[in-house]
């Protein structure tokens, strides 16, 4: 799971000041990289439309600055909210209808790519913009918009053959290899598969990664609703089934001038890290 905010400052002190008062509860704060500092709040742990606008419409104004809401976990759409002093740039979200949103909200997180532009380092095109959002052939790729569908169909004919006895192989291998993986960086795959914060499995997940998976694969329901969220990904449609969520992600840092390590990251993952150099630990 990767889950963050940046804003578009070197002032580290200014942004500690405003932005501590905006967090729910705990949030890790960075120290700044290419122009751009980075936010991870525990509070933002799924795909919250309406919390991520707040906390960027929010840090934008209080520093009157752009600010950046990032969110992306396995089986859950890359959603991003983009404000600039207190006024909404873009929303986006690759798979609205994994969200609850009206109407009126799915069309206001389509994601517009000419509204990136006054953002983007120099030299990146809004036709890569629109490729990257909503699945068009790349520019100078060759490809052509019924390469990139056909490519689509053939990519979703073939989710039949994830069988949940495939997704619990899966799983059984995780139980062999995550034996030393930080429990804390693991807890963003259980919460994807839709389980509340206080799920018995979490506390498992914490003190027992290993045991945690090979129980998991034993859980017929679960692993069930592993492959069926696996396959609801590739049937989102062409941006999603040709660019996968995270890589999305990775590419609208590029874009952004924002270094692509700290888009793939979260508090959780900063946190188990245990305070690492040049991040402070901001509390409301």
């Known amino acids: 799971m990767f889950s963050s905010y940046h804003v578009r400052t070197e002032d580290v002190e200014r942004a500690s000041r405003q932005l501590a008062p905006l967090v729910r509860g705990q949030a890790w704060l960075s120290q700044p990289e290419r122009g751009w500092i980075s936010l991870y709040d525990a509070y933002l742990d799924r795909p919250d439309p309406d919390e991520m606008q707040r906390m960027a419409l929010s840090a934008s104004q209080q520093l009157e600055v752009p600010a950046l809401g990032l969110f992306v976990s396995p089986g859950s759409p890359l959603v991003y909210v983009l404000a600039d002093r ?63 569908d056909a490519m689509r169909q053939q990519l979703q004919g073939r989710m039949p053959q994830m069988t949940p006895e495939m997704v619990q192989g899966m799983l059984q291998q995780a139980a062999q290899q995550l034996r030393f993986v930080p429990p804390a960086m693991l807890e963003g795959f259980l919460r994807s598969m839709g389980l509340p914060p206080d799920h018995p499995a979490l506390v498992q997940m914490k003190t027992n990664p290993s045991e945690f998976f090979a129980r998991l694969a034993a859980d017929e329901s679960a692993v069930k609703q592993f492959a069926d969220n696996i396959v609801r990904g590739f049937e989102a449609g062409p941006g999603e089934a040709i660019v996968p969520p995270q890589d999305q992600a990775v590419a609208l840092a590029h874009a952004l001038g924002i270094d692509p390590g700290r888009v793939q990251l979260s508090f959780m993952a900063v946190n188990g890290l245990g305070a690492p150099d040049g991040f402070r630990l901001l509390t409301r």
């Not at 006054?118 to 790729?141: I, N, W």
């Open 86 to 148: 207190g006024e909404l740039v873009d929303a986006y979200a690759s798979r609205p209808d994994a969200l609850s949103l009206s109407v009126e909200e799915r069309a206001q997180f389509r994601g517009r790519a000419h509204r990136l532009m006054g953002y983007v380092q120099p030299g990146v095109a809004q036709e890569g913009l629109e490729a990257l959002l909503h699945g068009g052939p790349p520019p100078g790729s060759g490809l052509t918009a019924e390469h990139v």
